[in-house]
C-alpha cells in the first residue's frame, strides 16, 4: 500500500462546476498538508498549506483535512478553464520527509 | 516565496551522455532538493543538496549516475550520468523558505534516445 493514494483522474468539469480531489494516507505522524497546482511544462506550484485538521480557504479554493480518517480535500468552486492543472497533494511529518499524490489531472471545459 | 530558475527547460540526449541541470535560487536557502517526476507516479525524491556537504542520496540513487553539486547557498546542480532511455523523466529542483514551505523549479523534460 503507498503512504499517500490520489486518484489520477482524468476529471472533467464543466466551467462554473465545484471540484472535488482527495487524497487518502496511511501514516497518522503527517502533520502539513499541502496542495500543489502543476500546469503542462512547469514545475509544482504550492496553492494550499495547511497544519493537522480543520479548513482553511482561499478565495476559490478550500482545503480540508480530516485525520481521524487520514482524508484531505481541495475543493474548487466556480471553477474556470485556468484551472485545468495536475493537482498533487502532499503531506509532511514534522520533519523534512515529504511525500506526495501521484497527481489529479483535471480539465475544465469552457 | 522563493523564485527557482532551472535550465535546461528541456533536453533530448544520446544514450550514455550526460547531462547538467543547473537551478539558482533568488535568496539563500540551507537546503535544496532534487526529484524525478516520472508519468503517473509521485514526485520521488532523488537527494538533498546541503551546501558545504555531500550530498544525501534516497534508497536507489546514488553519487556516481546522479552527482549533486552545491557550491554556494544559492547555487545548485544535478547531473544525469551514462544515461539510458531509463532515464527519461521530469528532474525538478526545490527549496524551502524561510516559512518552511517547499518551492519547485520549473523542471527539466529530459528524453534520452
Known amino acids: 500500500q503507498k503512504e499517500v493514494e490520489q486518484d489520477p483522474g482524468p476529471l472533467s468539469v464543466p466551467e462554473g462546476a465545484i471540484v472535488s480531489l482527495n487524497c487518502t494516507y496511511s501514516?497518522?505522524?503527517?502533520?502539513?498538508f499541502m496542495w500543489y497546482r502543476q500546469y503542462s511544462r512547469k514545475g509544482p506550484e504550492l496553492l494550499m498549506y495547511?497544519?493537522?485538521?480543520g479548513n482553511k480557504e482561499d478565495g476559490r479554493f478550500t482545503a480540508q483535512v480530516d485525520k481521524s480518517s487520514k482524508y484531505i480535500s481541495l475543493f474548487i468552486r466556480d471553477s474556470q478553464p485556468s484551472d485545468s492543472a495536475t493537482y498533487l497533494c502532499a503531506m509532511r511529518k514534522n520533519n523534512n520527509d515529504m511525500r506526495f499524490g501521484a497527481g489529479t489531472r483535471l480539465t475544465v471545459k469552457p | 516565496s522563493a523564485v527557482i530558475s532551472q535550465k535546461p527547460s528541456r533536453d533530448i540526449c544520446q544514450r550514455g551522455t550526460s547531462l547538467t541541470i543547473q537551478c539558482q535560487v533568488d535568496s539563500q536557502v540551507t537546503m535544496m532538493f532534487w526529484y524525478r517526476q516520472q508519468p503517473g507516479q509521485s514526485l520521488t525524491l532523488i537527494a538533498t543538496?546541503?551546501?558545504?556537504?555531500?550530498?544525501?542520496?534516497e534508497s536507489g540513487f546514488v553519487i556516481d549516475k546522479f552527482p549533486i553539486s552545491r557550491p554556494n547557498l544559492t547555487f545548485s546542480t544535478l547531473t544525469v550520468s551514462n544515461m539510458s532511455p531509463e532515464d527519461s523523466s521530469i528532474y525538478l529542483c526545490?527549496?524551502?523558505?524561510?516559512?518552511?514551505?517547499?518551492?519547485f523549479g520549473s523542471g527539466t523534460q529530459l528524453s534520452v534516445l
Open positions: 495547511t497544519y493537522s485538521s
Open positions: 526545490s527549496s524551502k523558505a524561510t516559512n518552511e514551505k517547499l518551492f
Open positions: 543538496a546541503n551546501q558545504g556537504s555531500e550530498a544525501t542520496y
Open positions: 501514516n497518522s505522524a503527517f502533520q502539513y
